[in-house]
């Protein structure tokens, strides 16, 4: 934000700056402080950091920290955001906007990668990666062709197709103005007829059924066999775990999302989990007879692309001994 | 206790003879045996209950254990960057239990201790600072009663009646009473320069929700607040701090907020282009729409409180709110719309705050179409559906501030449903 910071310096010479009774309370940030945290970058390019990435790089970047929710091509797994296409189709009965449909700024792409991004991963990217994987964003809605390369200073090259798409809220104007005054009280129509019905879509949660008792039963009894955990260690791995939340669930009601139900996933022979689509990688091993004990998941937790090449699992990995260990633990609690 | 005036409370709980009382003219119903419940010793009326110590933080009694919040799995990819919707159908008054109040999470709902807590106003102020979060309750604070509604409030409805409950139509939103500094406070001991026309707020969580605000907002009413309902923020709330922006859009009362930057042009956020902007029927798009609409809902009788007392006096209730002040009045129509009576509000109705309506009527037993209608202090009438398509088209996802329509079948079963 230096560029940020000069232009304000530059501004508060002519303005003034509101000194009201203050408190005294708080202390000074240190500049290294708002560097820290100040990493908005503006539709100016203002807040970009040096650095830069081509397409091709982006493609394999995408593919290892983002495609696992957005696709190889950027088009969305599931009710994932599709990033790419939807070109024209904001007046249609069902647009679909995307970067390249609908955001009106390159920054707002580069910024929310940069500082939110990967979901449960998020700041971990270098500002290289940033921008290989927005290149590959521009690319895969034909904005950009394959030489491209986005940086710092190729940034202001690029607008986006619906910059010009937007008004400022007028709802005063053409909504308050209108609809203002004393309203009808009596006969205000001649005729009413129901029109739409909830009921003949049905897609309404059904309130929660009581849980017969014999279920509570069944669930009592993997106590026992959890008891010889580290509580301790399970209730970190529990912790470690939400990483994982965004594709994996575990427990009473877990479903299959982008990953498979993890319960009782410690003994389990890979590949078991009934109803999950599994990577040709992971069918492959669970071919060869692999089981996931605590030892072979630390293995695969630890570089999951190292341990088994082509998994779908879109997961850099944990680093450290401890969450290792905790995870597995945790695993190892979370019984069928 | 005896109150043989109006014997109200009384009846309400001879449960089978109310529902045979129906053909009866006077309304008071006969019970055809002495009831049980008063003539034999109960086990309450004999035995002990709990002990002081038996809850130190106590939950709702285990008779209320359907009064919660409830998600709708299909609206977003997982529960993680998702929302959920209040049980307005089984509340009353006005105040929304933080308990049972809506969670809409980008990230997730972080565990963020009050010692890990830093607050930094930076940008164009005098001075750059960091507060802790005991720095912040040294500053001079405020009470203040606000809803906070989620801009896609009702947003599934756009194309038609859809979701089957007052909870689920109408449910993205809560009111508390919040305990905060005013945002003008921290401004001020930073010493902001007044080219600054903007603040950008962010939060401390891994979505880094940041939204940009006018300063004109930021000096007016917003409040850095860290209790809500008299007690400490909940987790899923944003605990220990988040922002109040009265009046405003959901996402733009930035939770576990740790920045606050003055600026002289607004970021243009992910939630300030792409999302929470409305898309008209022609394509173009609505930004910065960041005032909630005046609007009302029937909360009670509704699909999931349908009416079990068959005809005779009934109590239709509901709330009203508008994000540019005060709501003034609010009618209410059986008839779909053709003819309106005035409800009686609870309370005068207090700026940017929920208001409790009440319509103490006598009902035939006969199929009825239930709507409300709220008009603010600027004059503004809560539109129809049609009217807000007409102007708006079918995608503008959020702000849908329409009419709620509810059909209440002879049987007391009600369903959401639009009109002509």
Known sequence: MSKFLKAAAALAVVSTPVMADTFGIGRAALPEEIAAWDKDVRPDGT?????????????????????????????????????????????????????????????????????????????????????????????????????????????????????????????????????????????????????????????????????????????????????????????????????CKACHQVGEGAKNKTGPILNGIVGQAAGGVEGFKYSKALQAKADEGLVWTEDTLAAFLAKPKAFMKGTKMSFSGLRKEKDLAAITAYLASVDD | MTDNTTGKSRRAFLKGAAMTGVGLAAGQANAASPDPLITEVQPWASGLGDGVDAAPYG???????????????????????????????????????????????????????????????????????????????????????????????????????????????????????????????????????????????????????????????????????????????????????????????????????????????????????SKYTDVLANGVARKWTWEMDAKSVVTSPSPQAPISHGKGPLVISGLAWSGRGAIKRVDVSVDGGKTWQTARLAKPGEKMALTRFYLDTEWNGEEMLLQSRAMDETGYVQPTKAQLREVRGLNSIYHNNCIQTWLVRANGEAENVEVS
């Open chain 2, 59 to 273: 939950m709702p009694i285990e008779y209320e254990d359907d009064v919660v919040r409830r998600n709708v799995e299909w609206l977003t990819a997982d529960t993680i960057s998702s929302i959920n919707f209040t049980p307005i159908h089984a509340l009353d008054g006005t105040i929304t239990p933080q308990g049972c109040a809506f969670e809409r999470h980008h990230s997730g709902a972080i565990e963020l201790k009050k010692e890990d807590y830093r607050l930094m106003i930076n940008g164009m102020v005098d001075q750059p600072l960091v507060f802790t979060y005991a720095d912040l309750e040294r500053f001079p604070r405020e009470n203040h009663v606000y809803f906070c509604e989620c801009a896609a409030n009702t947003g599934m409805e756009w194309a038609g009646a859809q979701l089957n409950g007052a909870q689920f139509t109408h449910g993205m939103i809560h009111n508390m009473e919040y305990t905060g500094v005013p945002l003008r406070t921290l401004l001020e001991e930073a010493g902001y320069d007044t080219a600054g026309k903007w603040v950008y707020v962010e939060g401390a969580d891994a979505s880094s929700n940041g939204r940009s605000i006018p300063m004109e907002k930021a000096l007016d009413d917003v409040l850095v607040a860290f209790k809500a309902n008299g007690e400490a923020l909940r987790k899923e709330h944003g605990y220990p701090v988040r922002l109040v922006v009265p009046g405003w859009e959901g996402n733009m009362w930035v939770k576990w907020i740790r920045r606050i930057e003055v600026a002289n042009a607004p970021v243009e956020s992910r939630e300030e282009t």
């Open chain 1, 47 to 243: 807040g970009l950091p040096v650095g830069s990435g081509d397409v091709l790089t982006g493609e394999e970047v995408f593919a290892d920290q983002c495609a696992v929710c957005h696709g190889d091509f950027a088009e969305g797994v599931g009710n994932w955001p599709k990033l790419a296409g939807g070109a024209d189709t904001l007046a249609d009965d069902d647009p679909l906007k995307t970067v390249g449909s609908y955001w009106p700024y390159l920054s707002t792409t580069w910024d929310y990668v940069n500082r939110s991004m990967p979901f449960g991963n998020a700041q971990s990217l270098s500002p290289d990666e940033v921008y290989a994987i927005v290149a590959y964003i521009l690319y895969s809605n034909d904005l950009v062709d394959d030489e491209f390369v986005l940086s710092n200073e190729t940034f202001s090259e690029v607008t986006l197709p619906n910059h010009d798409g937007f008004i400022l809220d007028d709802r005063l104007e053409t909504e308050h103005s209108k609809w203002v005054g004393e309203p009808c009280m009596e006969n205000c129509k001649d005729e009413v007829e129901v029109t739409m019905r909830a009921m003949v879509l049905d897609v309404t949660p059904e309130e929660d059924e009581p849980e017969p008792e014999d279920a509570l039963e069944e669930v009592e009894a993997p106590i026992a066999e959890v008891a010889t955990l580290d509580p301790e260690l399970v209730a970190a791995g529990e912790k470690v775990f939400k990483k």
